[in-house]
């Protein structure tokens, strides 16, 4: 801790200083101004000399001013476990740079949990709801998978038990692991549809072991009844190809222009947990469909925009692709669409009318990309036999700009 504009980032955990490593201890003991939550400052001994600073709320806003403030002297942060999982330790790094951060990592919760389980970590799944809600636990939930939870207090167990109850998995083994590698540590276990258990310590992981129960898609397509709305919804064929044409990556940001039920947003972020959407809608009673339907479906953090494109686009961030499922013969529309697009951006948009359609084959002929013509047919009962009805087709323009 020789250079004063480092900042040194100690993991502790619930054992507090006696678990901690020598290099760790030293770094604290070098320490002018000591950074971390009240309860972690308590872990300390009183022979450690250096000013203890709690942390503001918020925190994120306030970190470089706090910095600021003690440019020159040497600074250590406190941090939970791990500084890079879920910690201080990522938001330091994006803060002021790699290179001015020294990190002396301590087991994460999610290490000694499964340490304590004797599960493979490899193959959990591991879920922060700290700064989510519990709703994205959707998205994890199938057959036979096991999940390690990063919980934001005491009522996340009951939270977590309720909703896989809900969707299905009440026979799912849940342990919560309380106070992990302190003197106070505690495992409880129940079932899910069985959890009575009152709240306990807050500072918990919740492991769950889940047995049988209904399977989620986790590619593009889901059952249409999975969407509830007004029946402004991608079919899962055409939604499929659709999805195919967006070619969703990881980080990258979405437009759903016209969202209706939300189907491609949310199926967007699905298909990887750093994958981010916005849905624009013009009708109240759709936006609200929209937000439950993400929801429902492990995507709550799905932004939702109320207007009409191409005024309700302004302000937006710059999406990496576009979607446009419903406005296309809206004056400006497809033109504000393209300008907004980065470079290398992608545009997709669905039309079934015919004046649709003519808007997007003037767009092909001018911008050029892939024009495609989608029939979808599905056997339904007629009388005693079976016979195909079509829905109406859907004409799919797709384009990369330069």
């Not at 809600?133 to 057959?143: A, C, F, K, Y």
């Not at 993400?294 to 576009?322: F, K, N, S």
Request: net charge neutral.
């Amino acid at each position: 801790m020789e250079n004063p504009e480092v900042v040194t980032v100690v993991g502790i955990g619930a054992g507090g200083w006696s678990d901690l490593s020598g290099t760790s201890q030293r770094a604290l003991a070098a320490a002018d101004a000591v950074f971390g939550s009240s309860r972690q400052l308590g872990l300390l001994p009183d022979s450690i000399a250096a000013r203890r600073v709690p942390w503001p709320s918020p925190l994120v806003p306030a970190l470089p001013g706090l910095l600021e403030a003690e440019r020159g002297r040497r600074v250590a942060v406190l941090a939970s476990g791990d500084p890079m999982f879920h910690g201080i330790g990522s938001t330091l790094a994006r803060l002021l740079g790699p290179e001015r951060i020294a990190v002396l990592p301590h087991p994460s919760s999610v290490s000694l949990a499964a340490a304590r389980l004797g599960w493979d970590l490899a193959s959990a799944d591991v879920v922060s709801l700290v700064t989510a809600p519990t709703g994205i636990l959707h998205r994890w939930v199938n057959p036979h998978r096991r999940l390690l939870i990063l919980s934001t207090g005491a009522d996340t167990p009951a939270a977590v038990a309720a909703l896989l109850t809900e969707r299905g998995y009440g026979s799912a083994s849940l342990t919560v692991l309380e106070q992990l590698g302190g003197p106070g540590e505690r495992v409880v276990a129940g079932t899910a549809g069985g959890w009575v258990l009152p709240p306990g310590d807050p500072l918990n992981v919740v492991a769950a072991e889940l047995g049988d129960g209904p399977p989620a898609s986790c590619v593009p397509g889901l059952p249409d009844d999975a969407y509830e709305g007004d029946g402004q919804l991608t079919k899962r064929e055409v939604r499929a190809v659709t999805l195919a044409a967006l070619s969703p990556a990881p980080g990258q940001l979405l437009w759903d222009v016209g969202a209706g039920s939300g189907s491609i947003a949310i199926e967007w972020m699905r298909s990887h947990p750093a994958c981010r959407a916005i849905g624009i809608e013009s009708s109240a009673d759709r936006v609200a469909t929209i937000t439950a339907n993400a929801a429902a479906l492990g995507v709550p953090g799905l932004r939702v925009v109320h207007g009409r494109a191409p005024e309700a686009l302004d302000g937006l961030p710059q999406p990496d692709t576009i979607f446009i499922g419903g406005g296309v013969t809206r004056d400006g529309v497809l033109d504000r669409c393209l300008a907004a697009l980065r470079p290398g951006g992608r545009l997709v948009a669905n039309a079934v009318t015919v004046e649709s359609e003519a808007v997007l084959a003037a767009a092909y002929a001018k911008h050029g990309g892939e024009l495609t013509r989608l029939t979808v047919q599905r056997g339904s009962p007629v009388g005693g036999f079976t016979g195909w009805r079509s829905f109406m087709p859907v004409t799919i323009w797709s384009v990369v700009l330069p």
